[in-house]
C-alpha cells in the first residue's frame, strides 16, 4: 500500500541565519494492506516529519512515496497539489495530537464535514469514546484526549485504505486507549494499512512489526 | 478539469515605464522612472470548487492580482481566461455580463461592493437585475433567501445599509455577490476591520456557504489565521511575484522560501 524509498528531508532556518536541520537521512519502509507497521525512537529522530512528508505536510528533499497498489500507484513526494488534496480525500488520513480544525463548529459536524452522514458522526464519536454530551460541542474547550477522539473519528469518516497516526492516543487515558487500538485493529483486519508513531508502543494486539528511528534514519 | 480562472504570466505596471524598468530581480519600484510593476510574472488557476488564498505584506499585489481577476484591471502583459473563455482587455457588454453572473466579488470595505444608500434588499436585488433576473417575485425570494443564508435579521432587509453595523454590511455583500450564484467568489481581505467576532462569525459563514454550493473562492488576506481557515492552496507574494505556493497546511509546516518563513514566524497565533 505504501512504499518510501530513500526519503530525505532538511530544514533550513532561514530566520537563524540558514541553519540546517537534516531531519531524515534516507529512509525506506513498506507497509502492506491489512498490515500495521510502528515507529518509534526519541524525540527529534524524524518520526513526525516522515509521517508529514507522506501526508504532504511537509515537502521531501529528495526519495519516493509510493502510495498505492505496486504498478498502479503515485509518488507523493513528486504529484501536484491537486493529487495530493484528492488522495487525502480518497486513500490517505492523519490523525495527529493537534487540533486543527474550526473550533467554533460543533465536534459531529466536524466529523460529517469529513465525510459521512450525521448520524454515522454521531456512531463514530460514541465508538471512540467521545461523551455523548459532548458530540455537539464545538472542540475549543476540548481536553487533549477529548480532542485526539474527535481527530480519530474525523479521520475514519470515509475509508482510508492508509492511515498515518502521531501519537494518536498519547493523551488517552488507558481504558480509551485500549478501546482505540482495538478500533485500530478491526480496520486492520478489514485492510487499512496503519502507520504509527508511537512513544510507548501498544504491547499487544493491533501492531505486527516495530521498526526504531534514530537521527534520521531507520535504526532496527 | 476546466479552470474557472486563469491568469497566465500577468504583469501590471503601475507608471509610464522605461527601459530600465522591472528586471526579474530588481525591486518592485523602478529606481529610475518610478513605476511600480504590482505584479510580474503571475501565473494560477483556481478549478471548480477549489479555494485558493494570497498573502503577503501590503504592496505586494495581491489585491492587483484580484482586480485583474474581477476585470477591473487589464494587465501589462500576461491572459486571463474565466470559464475557458480568453477574457484578458476585454470590454463592453461581455465585461459587464460575466461580472454580473461569473463573478462575485466582496471588497474589503463596504463602500466599495454595495450602495450604502440602498437598503439590503436593493443592494441584492440590483446584482440580479443586472444579471437579467426579471419578476418581482423571483427578484423578492432570491434576496430573502440570501438575506437568510448569509445569517442577516430578515427584518433589517428593507434597512437602509449605511445604519448596518461593518460585520452586517460585508455580510450584505456577500449576499449581494451570491445572488446571481457565480462559480467564483473573489475576495480581498473580507475580515480586516471587524473585531475579532465579528470576523470568526463571517469567516464561519464563509466556510460553510462554501461547503454547502462548493463556490471558488479566491481570497486574498495578510491574516494567515482566515487563509488557514478557508484556503486549500496558497501562493505568497513579495514585491509582485509568487515567491512560494503549496498546500495551505505545508506551506504553515513547512515554509521554505525566507519570506514565507518570516511570515509564519510573526504569526500572533
Known sequence: MLQVIGLRKRYVRHLLS?????????????????????????????????????????????????????GDSIDLAAASEREVLERRRTTVGLVTQFLDVV????????????????????????RVGLPGDLHDVPPATFSGGQRQLLNLARALARPRPLLLLDEATASLDPSRRQAVL????????????????????PTAGVVDRVVTMREGRIAA | MTSILELVDVSVRYGVGCERCAPADGPARCPVCGSVWACRGLSFDVGPGEVMGIVG?????????????????????????????????????????????????????????????????????????????RGYEALRRRAS???????LPLARMDAVTSTFSGGMQQRVQVARALATRPPILLLDEPTSGLDVSVQARLLDLLRRIQLETQVAMLIVSHDLGVIRMLADRLLVMRQGRI???????????????????????????
Open chain 1, 18 to 70: 540558514g541553519r540546517v536541520e537534516r531531519v531524515l537521512r534516507g529512509v525506506d519502509l513498506e507497509v502492506a494492506a491489512g498490515e500495521c507497521l510502528v515507529v518509534t525512537g526519541p524525540s527529534g529522530s524524524g518520526k513526525s516529519t516522515l509521517l508529514r512528508c507522506i501526508y504532504r505536510q511537509a515537502i521531501p528533499d529528495s526519495g519516493s512515496i509510493l502510495l498505492g497498489p505496486p
Open chain 1, 182 to 201: 482495538r478500533m485500530l485493529e478491526e480496520k486492520k483486519h478489514a485492510g487499512t494499512a496503519l502507520l504509527a508513531v508511537f512513544h510507548d508502543v
Open chain 1, 103 to 126: 473550533p467554533r463548529i460543533g465536534a459531529a459536524d466536524l466529523v460529517a464535514q469529513a465525510g459521512c452522514s450525521a448520524e454515522e458522526a454521531w456512531r463514530l464519536l460514541d
Open chain 2, 57 to 133: 505584506e501590503s504592496g505586494s499585489g495581491k489585491s492587483t492580482a484580484l482586480a485583474c481577476a474581477n476585470l477591473d484591471l487589464v494587465p501589462l502583459a500576461g491572459r486571463i481566461r474565466l470559464l475557458g473563455e480568453e477574457v484578458t482587455g476585454i470590454g463592453g457588454a461581455r465585461r459587464r455580463e460575466l461580472r454580473a453572473e461569473a463573478l462575485g466579488i466582496v471588497y474589503q470595505t463596504p463602500a466599495q461592493g454595495l450602495d450604502l444608500d440602498l437598503t439590503a434588499g436593493g443592494n441584492v436585488v440590483s446584482r440580479m437585475l443586472a444579471a437579467g433576473v
Open chain 2, 145 to 151: 433567501e440570501l438575506v437568510q443564508a448569509t445569517e
Open chain 2, 243 to 269: 515567491v512560494e505556493r503549496g498546500l495551505t497546511d505545508q506551506l504553515l509546516n513547512d515554509p521554505r522560501h525566507p519570506y514565507t518563513q518570516l511570515l509564519v514566524s510573526s504569526q500572533l497565533c
